[in-house]
């Protein structure tokens, strides 16, 4: 509760800046021209956003050889998300829900937890692709900065260690488990003189590493099977940009195909690398001005973020906190 206190307050304080560095009376006069049923179509593709993430897990377990239920696995995904924001690491503490959810299904956990990394590994693929055509917008508009270079090859570099890692794990499990314990051993030593007690365990890294192992051997060798899980990644990341789509339609703000998709890359890029819960402050802080600089006004590029964030963040966070109380009732 007090680490939601927290996110809202900042929430509000990145809002209260931007309208006071604005023209009051211009980001005024674009609220009146808000067309409301926009915003409802937002919702909804928002909602879309939330169910499709059940068929993204859906295919990712039939890969692994796992039949379960879409609507089960949407609310456990959607719960993962919910623990992901109170206990940010990368989306790798929501994984443990999966973990959870098949212990109590009686399904491999080891598979689970296979399929939640998968599913990172497709959801920064996809967005490495959308990345990769904003940056295409950007350079031709000769428009890129020093932050977002840093921001993108951080994220680059992060995709390209996780990838490793699991394909490590496909070759050796043993060699995953000896990788993971190294890393845990030089966390461990960095956060020492702050924590006073090892923050990773070093033998929980070779367990993992069995359990990855376990279930990438059942991994079909066959790439196209691959691309189904793929092609929902990037349809989760079509939705997110229709609904930017949408808060530019909702104020009446001209946009063309390149502002939308370099301004999402931009804004998505600083959620994925920031060191807040889901980008909070941040994003509100920094789309605005990506915007700006691809040309939309600044109080229209003010409104735009915000409704964006509420859509995509606050209905989220909503959806997934009583998605995380439905799965804990349902385990009582």
Same mark, same amino acid.
């Given at each position: 509760?007090?680490?939601? @206190?927290?996110?809202?307050?900042?929430? @509000?304080?990145?809002?209260?800046? *931007?309208? #006071?560095?604005?023209?009051?009376?211009? @980001?005024?006069?674009?609220?009146?021209? *808000?067309?409301?049923?926009? !915003?409802?179509?937002?919702?909804?593709?928002?909602?879309?956003?939330?169910?499709?993430?059940?068929?993204?897990?859906?295919?990712?377990?039939?890969?692994?050889?796992?039949?379960?239920?879409?609507?089960?696995?949407?609310?456990?995904?959607?719960?993962?998300?919910?623990?992901?924001?109170? $206990?940010?690491?990368?989306?790798?503490?929501?994984? $443990?829900?999966?973990?959870?959810? *098949?212990?109590? %299904?009686?399904?491999?956990?080891?598979?689970?937890?296979?399929?939640?990394? =998968?599913?990172?590994?497709?959801?920064?693929?996809?967005? =490495?692709?959308?990345?990769?055509?904003?940056?295409?917008?950007?350079?031709?508009?000769?428009?890129?900065?020093?932050?977002?270079?840093?921001?993108? =090859?951080?994220?680059?570099?992060?995709? &390209?260690?996780?990838? &490793?890692?699991?394909?490590?794990?496909?070759?050796?499990?043993?060699?995953?488990?000896?990788?993971?314990? %190294? @890393? +845990?051993?030089?966390?461990? %030593?960095?956060?020492?003189?702050?924590?006073?007690?090892?923050?990773?365990?070093?033998? %929980? $890294?070779?367990?993992?590493?069995?359990?990855?192992?376990?279930?990438?051997?059942?991994?079909?060798?066959?790439?196209?099977?691959?691309?189904?899980?793929?092609?929902?990644?990037?349809?989760?990341?079509?939705?997110?940009?229709?609904?930017?789509?949408?808060?530019?339609?909702?104020?009446?703000?001209?946009?063309?195909?390149?502002?939308?998709?370099?301004?999402?890359?931009?804004?998505?890029?600083? =959620? !994925?690398? #920031?060191?807040?819960?889901?980008?909070?402050?941040?994003?509100?802080?920094?789309?605005?001005? $990506?915007?700006?600089?691809?040309? !939309?006004?600044?109080?229209? *590029?003010?409104?735009?973020?915000?409704?964006?964030?509420?859509?995509?963040?606050?209905?989220?966070? +909503?959806?997934?906190?009583?998605?995380?109380?439905?799965?804990?009732?349902?385990?009582?």
């Amino acid at each position: 509760m007090k680490k939601s @206190i927290v996110i809202l307050l900042l929430f @509000i304080g990145v809002a209260v800046v *931007a309208l #006071s560095f604005g023209e009051l009376e211009n @980001i005024l006069a674009t609220l009146q021209k *808000a067309r409301l049923r926009y !915003v409802f179509l937002g919702l909804v593709l928002e909602l879309l956003w939330n169910w499709n993430l059940g068929f993204t897990y859906k295919a990712i377990y039939h890969l692994l050889g796992i039949e379960e239920d879409r609507n089960r696995l949407t609310l456990v995904a959607s719960a993962s998300n919910f623990v992901n924001i109170v $206990a940010p690491t990368g989306g790798v503490s929501g994984i $443990a829900i999966f973990a959870g959810e *098949a212990r109590q %299904r009686g399904y491999p956990p080891g598979k689970a937890t296979l399929a939640g990394a =998968l599913f990172l590994l497709f959801d920064q693929a996809a967005f =490495l692709v959308i990345l990769a055509l904003g940056w295409i917008v950007l350079w031709r508009r000769n428009n890129i900065n020093a932050g977002e270079v840093a921001a993108s =090859l951080l994220l680059l570099i992060a995709a &390209s260690i996780f990838a &490793s890692l699991l394909y490590l794990g496909y070759r050796s499990a043993e060699r995953l488990g000896n990788a993971l314990a %190294r @890393i +845990a051993h030089v966390i461990n %030593r960095l956060l020492k003189p702050f924590l006073h007690h090892d923050y990773l365990s070093e033998e %929980r $890294a070779h367990t993992f590493a069995n359990e990855v192992g376990e279930g990438l051997a059942d991994l079909p060798e066959k790439p196209k099977q691959l691309v189904v899980p793929f092609l929902h990644a990037l349809l989760n990341k079509a939705l997110l940009i229709s609904v930017l789509i949408c808060a530019f339609l909702a104020y009446n703000v001209p946009f063309s195909a390149g502002t939308i998709i370099a301004g999402w890359a931009i804004g998505y890029l600083f =959620l !994925v690398v #920031s060191p807040t819960p889901n980008g909070i402050g941040i994003v509100e802080g920094l789309m605005p001005l $990506a915007l700006t600089s691809l040309r !939309v006004p600044v109080e229209a *590029a003010v409104v735009i973020t915000l409704t964006y964030r509420g859509l995509t963040f606050w209905v989220m966070m +909503a959806i997934a906190s009583w998605s995380f109380r439905r799965l804990h009732l349902s385990e009582i």
